[in-house]
Structure formats: structure tokens, C-alpha cells
């Protein structure tokens, strides 16, 4: 039977997964690179309606801060009017930290810190998914700092991946080309807003680095 997990949620996940034919109670665990709420908006309903609705779902959550788990937590509480309570037998909060966070029978995931926010106080993070049968790796950049000044491209982790999906907001093709040197993976690039409508020049300009470069729309599969 498939699982999944989700890395962020800004957009309704509940809905998402329905909308692509996905059950919602396969999902194992939900990832959080930090707490803004574009990647974390969805992610409120869809864990309150795992909490009471979805009775099969069994869930890891692997926040960054303690805030937004306390959040959620309140969330589930405050929608319980009737007195219900948080299962936590099946939804398991956990505090992200640097390195390994999660594994099961198919997969790693490992938390690498970033500094995305300049206060340089708020914990934020990259995300490596391994996979134990072929050892292929996927990094999801998270938000980084703006203009990259920080440094904080995981550059060593990059050049193992097969697949960076890498945010494109922050920053421009001119700070991220540095990084991608040794790196003969596949390049996703998302998180673009207002850039959205010069995604095929910034594909176009990321080709003379990477082999392979997509910009995929929602609800796009990609394979490695």
C-alpha cells in the first residue's frame, strides 16, 4: 500500500491530496522547513481532521519551533467544542533538530540547517530524503537567506542529490549558479511569485549549469 509524505503545506493539503486521488490517511509524516505561514497554512486543517475524521491516519509531525507546535495543538483543541482531545497516539509532535529526524522501512530524512530568517534567532531548515534501496537523494532547499548572503545552500549535500528542489525567490539564477557546481542532478525550480511569469528565460538560464531543469506547475509529478 503507498504512503507518503509531505514536506510544507501552505496551500490546503487536505484538498490537495483528494484533488490528485490520493487518500489522505496514507500520509506517514509531515515535514516543516520553518514556521511562515505560506508553508504551513494547509497544514493546520488537514492535522485537525487527522485528529478526529481520518481515524486511520497515523501521523509524525516534525516542526521547527516549539510555537508552531503549540499553535497546531491549540488549533485541534480549539475546534473540539464538544471536549475531544488530541490523539496523540496517532499524531506524534516533534521538535525539529539538525540531522536525522525520520526513518522507516523505505526512507531518510534529514534536517539541515538554514538561515532564512535575519534575526538569525528563528531555527529554519533544508530537507535530504534518502532512499534505502538506491540510495538516491532528494534536497528540498527550503527559504533561504535573501541574496544567499548567509551561505547557507547546503552545497555538500547538493552534489549527492539526484533532485534539488529549490526555491527561486530569495535569490536569482546569479547567486544560486555558484552552488551548482559537481551537481549533475535534476533542478526544480518553485517558490517563484512574481518571477512565475519569466519561469521559461529562468529555465533557459539554468540549463548552462545543470543538465536538467523543470519548473513544473501544480499537481506535477516529477521522477528521478
Known amino acids: 500500500m503507498t504512503r507518503f509524505i509531505i514536506i510544507d503545506g501552505g496551500c490546503s493539503l487536505a484538498d490537495g491530496l483528494l484533488r490528485l486521488d490520493k487518500d489522505p490517511t496514507r500520509v506517514r509524516a509531515v515535514f516543516v522547513t520553518h514556521y511562515h505561514g505560506d508553508h504551513t497554512a494547509g497544514i493546520f486543517p488537514f492535522v485537525d481532521l487527522a485528529n478526529w475524521a481520518w481515524r486511520d491516519c497515523k501521523l509524525k509531525l516534525i516542526f521547527p519551533t516549539r510555537e508552531l507546535i503549540a499553535a497546531t495543538e491549540r488549533m485541534i483543541l480549539a475546534s473540539l467544542s464538544y471536549g475531544g482531545k488530541i490523539d496523540r497516539e496517532r499524531l506524534n509532535f516533534v521538535l525539529a533538530a539538525a540531522g536525522r529526524v525520520y526513518e522507516d522501512e523505505h526512507i531518510f530524512v534529514d534536517y539541515i540547517p538554514t538561515k532564512h530568517f535575519p534575526n538569525g534567532g528563528t531555527p ?14 532528494v534536497l528540498f532547499s527550503g527559504d533561504l537567506s535573501h541574496g544567499l548572503v548567509a551561505q547557507d545552500l547546503p552545497g555538500e549535500a547538493l552534489r549527492e542529490c539526484a533532485l534539488f528542489v529549490c526555491e527561486l525567490y530569495h535569490f536569482g539564477v546569479k ?26 528565460e529562468l529555465v533557459s538560464a539554468l540549463e548552462a549549469y545543470v543538465p536538467r531543469v523543470i519548473a513544473p506547475e501544480n499537481g506535477g509529478v516529477i521522477e528521478i
Request: overall charge negative; hydrophobic content about 30%.
Open 175 to 200: 547567486e544560486l549558479a555558484p552552488y551548482l557546481d559537481g551537481f549533475d542532478g535534476t533542478l526544480c525550480i518553485h517558490h517563484l511569485f512574481e518571477r512565475d511569469e519569466h519561469r521559461d
Open 124 to 137: 529554519s531548515y533544508a530537507i535530504l530524503v534518502t532512499e534505502r534501496a538506491s540510495d538516491k537523494r
